[in-house]
Structure formats: structure tokens, C-alpha cells
């Protein structure tokens, strides 16, 4: 039952026992089926949302009168001026929309509740999520860090680990976010040793739930790493993955590629990777799409510099502005009858 939010009062919420799923010793009380629907980041992140707005309005009373959407606003706006260094427009807005996800899926971290509340049915949670997502587009950062594959190449001749150095070649040559790589597994990813077809089949990450669907990349593999890269899928492993399981969670990745530049990032590397796509001008939107996952253009812009990296899309638009937008000055007419 999806519930709506107006006219709830902040104080029902005292009455809700939250799930601590942060507290992986207490035992789920209920299904699994429904908390595996989401990876264990989001659903930690919504109990956590939803135990400290509880928390919030246990200790403060005033809380108590408040509808539950005015309370959580607060809430927001409380926390953000208790932080250290406030919140960007795009982090009020994050949190606002992980308040949505948890209430949208109430009963999953309230296991004696089977509803659901869509927050955006109050008039102004929905208009302050309108307010903070206009911001937070007005604000977004341009000019992020690209890794080049010069840096690339730097990164792993600098790297004396085969592991983390083939981790990152395939970061860079599938475009990859880095659960996307470190969940692949051992028998899919291929490499055709003559012609340097690499072909990868993502089954698990970030990825298959922004696709919604498993799904293949191929690309090409340069034939001074394909040896190195052969040899290593070829080792025999104790588990189906193909890395090794720290490489999900530790830093040892982005250590070694900072080796290469300081300011890189793994997201660094995957935003490289599709504007060094871009800049050649015979490579369409639709063909880096391909390799980076992305399902709309106005996403993979925002990996291309707001589509300042777009070379064929550029080309395009200058020679349709040479066709048709160029006046007839009179003194080039004058200058071609002569």
C-alpha cells in the first residue's frame, strides 16, 4: 500500500522500530527477498536516513507537532549547517532523494509495516526537491579530472603488482566504474590474441542495475599489454572472480593510479576514457554509449565536459553552420568577380 504523507505528524515516527542493518550481528526479521533488491549501500544508507531523522525528533520535541515532510526538511537543513563544511546544493539534493527511496520502501527497514509513503504527494517536499535539484544542476562541478592514456600507461609501468596492473588496463579499456571490474568474473572476459578483440560479460556492479540487465563490452586491447593480460586471465583462481576480493574496498587501485597524476580518481579513469572516445570525430554518442553503459546522452555529457568533448557532434554542428548561417558579405562577391 503506498500511503500518503500529508497530514502525518513527525511523532508517528517514534513509534516505527527501525531494522539496524548497520548492526549485521541482529538478525532480519523478516524476508530476504526485498532487501536484496538494492545494493547493500543503498540500503544501508535509507535505514541509517531513516534512523537518524528518528533520532532527531525523539531528542527534540518541537519536532513532535511538525508534518513528517516539514520535519524532514529540517532535518536536512539542520544537518547540513552541523557539518563540518556545509553541504554543496547536490548533497542536500542526494539526501533528499535517499529520504524518498526510504520512505518509498518503508516496510523493508520498518519489517511490522507494509506500506509504503510517497513524499512527493506533499505540495512542498515536492517543491523544495524541485528547488534543490535545479540548484544542484546549476552548481554541478565542470573541468573534473580526466585521466589521459598517457597517464594511463604511466600508471601501470609504475605498478610492480600484475594484479593491479591488468585491474587497471581493463578500468581503462572497458570505460568501467570500478565495482564493475572488480566483480567480473574469471570466465568472462575474453581476449583474441591476433586481432585484440576484448570482449567482456558484466553480470554483477552498478552497472547491470543502471542497465537493468546483464550485458557485453568490447573493446580493444593494445598489443603490448595482451600477453600480460592473457597470461593473468589465464591463471587458475580459488574463487569465480576474476580480481582478488580487496580490491572492491581497498585503495590500492586508486593509490597506484595517483602515482601517475595526484588529482586522478577511478571515476577519473572512466571519464578519460569516454572524452578520448569523443575527441575522435568518426565515433558516435551511440558507439561510446556502447562501451560506457550510459543510457542517456544528457548523462554521458556530463562525462564529456557538459559535451565540450564531442568531436563529431562539433563537426556536425560547425559545418551546418558554414552551410547555412554565413551572410553574403558583398566585398567577398566583390573579390570572387575579379
Known amino acids: 500500500m503506498m500511503a500518503d504523507p500529508v497530514g502525518l505528524k513527525a511523532s508517528v515516527m517514534l513509534e ?3 531494522h539496524p542493518f548497520w548492526d549485521k550481528t541482529v538478525p532480519y526479521p523478516g524476508p530476504l527477498d526485498a532487501v536484496n533488491a538494492f545494493s547493500w549501500a543503498t540500503t544501508l544508507g535509507h ?42 546544493a547536490s548533497t542536500h539534493f542526494r539526501e533528499l532523494t535517499k529520504y524518498v527511496g526510504a520512505f518509498s520502501h518503508l516496510g523493508v527497514y520498518v519489517p511490522e509495516m507494509d506500506i509504503r509513503v510517497n513524499l ?17 544542476k546549476q552548481h554541478q562541478p565542470v573541468n573534473l579530472p580526466a585521466a589521459t592514456a598517457d597517464q594511463i600507461l604511466k600508471a601501470v609501468e609504475l605498478q610492480q603488482d600484475t594484479e593491479i596492473r591488468v585491474f587497471i588496463m581493463l578500468l581503462w579499456l572497458l570505460a568501467g566504474r570500478k565495482g564493475d571490474i572488480s566483480h567480473l568474473l574469471a570466465n ?24 537493468q540487465g546483464m550485458y557485453h563490452i568490447v573493446t580493444h586491447c593494445p598489443p603490448q599489454w595482451r600477453q600480460e593480460i592473457q597470461e593473468f586471465l589465464s591463471r587458475p583462481r580459488r574463487d569465480r572472480y576474476l ?8 585503495s590500492e587501485v586508486i593509490t597506484a593510479i595517483r602515482l601517475a597524476n595526484p588529482v586522478l580518481s577511478c571515476r577519473s579513469v572512466r571519464r578519460g576514457a569516454a572524452q578520448a572516445l569523443a575527441s575522435d570525430p568518426s565515433v558516435s ?35 551546418a553552420a558554414m552551410n547555412n548561417l554565413m551572410p553574403q558579405f558583398p566585398w567577398a562577391v566583390e573579390e570572387e568577380s575579379h
Open 47 to 88: 535505514s541509517r536516513a531513516l534512523f537518524r531523522l528518528q533520532q532527531r525528533i525523539r531528542s527534540q520535541p518541537a519536532f513532535h507537532n511538525l508534518f513528517l515532510t516539514d520535519a524532514i526538511l529540517l532535518h536536512l537543513v539542520l544537518m547540513a549547517q552541523e557539518s563540518k563544511n556545509g553541504w554543496s
Open 188 to 211: 568472462q572476459v575474453h581476449l583474441d590474441m591476433k586481432t585484440g578483440r576484448l570482449s567482456a560479460f558484466v553480470s554483477e556492479g552498478k552497472g547491470v542495475k543502471a542497465r
Open 120 to 136: 512527493v504527494k506533499s505540495a512542498t517536499f515536492h517543491l523544495a526537491l524541485k528547488a534543490w535539484d535545479y540548484l544542484a
Open 243 to 250: 580480481f582478488r576480493k580487496s580490491l572492491q574496498s581497498s
Open 16 to 18: 516505527w522500530a527501525i
Open 285 to 319: 554518442c551511440d558507439t561510446i554509449m556502447k562501451i560506457t553503459g550510459h543510457k542517456q546522452e544528457k548523462t554521458l555529457h556530463r562525462y564529456l565536459n557538459w559535451d565540450k568533448v564531442n568531436e563529431r557532434q562539433h563537426a556536425a554542428a560547425q559545418t
